[in-house]
């Protein structure tokens, strides 16, 4: 059976990067866990590359690689401070992940993201928004900035308003190539409703 990957929104980054026509070569911040979704570049002939800081999900994704037979090039790293050359790939994203940091480091590792991308290159960044019904849950440490419970540990998560990214800089020295503002209705298994915010960006170098 092929792999089912569940990240759906890095599909429509790969419609994206299919059709521009640069070099596939790609890189993913936050790129470990059970599931890396560089498999899905990697089934598409791009070159992958990825970093996370976390030792359990690059042995996680070590696994992963081991039990498909895939080599995604994932390092520990920390994207504040990319081990790469300037300019070394043509597109860049964090699925889920850069949001787990203060606004202040977010700003910094975009900063980094935009350092290691070709002129023209593409980049995807998602941020859970003011919508997401964890926006005001936890410990407040900074503006939208709260620590939550999650996997045994307080982890620390950033809610975005829904221009506050663009408002403020965040995205200095990139265009704006796609931009969705989504919330997602369901419900747990145990019958409660749970409501999901994000805002997903596709960013273009210029």
Known sequence: MNQIYWQNQLFTFLLYTEGKGLKKKILDCGAGGKTPPLGIFKNYGYETHGVDCSENALEK??????????????LKGDMRNLPF?????SYAYSYNSIFHMSK??????????????????????????????????????????????????????????????????????????????????????????????????ILEKK
């Open 85 to 89: 050359k300037d300019r070394e790939f």
């Open 104 to 201: 202040e480091d977010i700003k910094t590792s975009i900063k980094e993201i935009h350092r290691v991308l070709t002129k023209g290159g593409y980049a995807f960044i998602n941020f859970p928004s003011c919508n997401d019904e964890r926006a005001t849950v936890g410990k407040k440490v900074g503006k939208g900035e709260y620590l939550q419970f999650e996997f045994g540990e307080d982890v620390l998560h950033s809610y975005f308003d829904i221009n506050e990214a663009e408002d403020n800089g965040f995205f200095e020295g990139f265009n704006i190539i796609m931009k969705e503002n989504s919330i997602r209705n369901g419900f747990r298994q145990n019958g409660d409703k749970v409501t999901k915010g994000y805002i997903d960006y």
């Open 61 to 74: 994704a070590a696994e992963f690689e081991k039990k498909h037979n895939l080599n995604l090039n994932i």
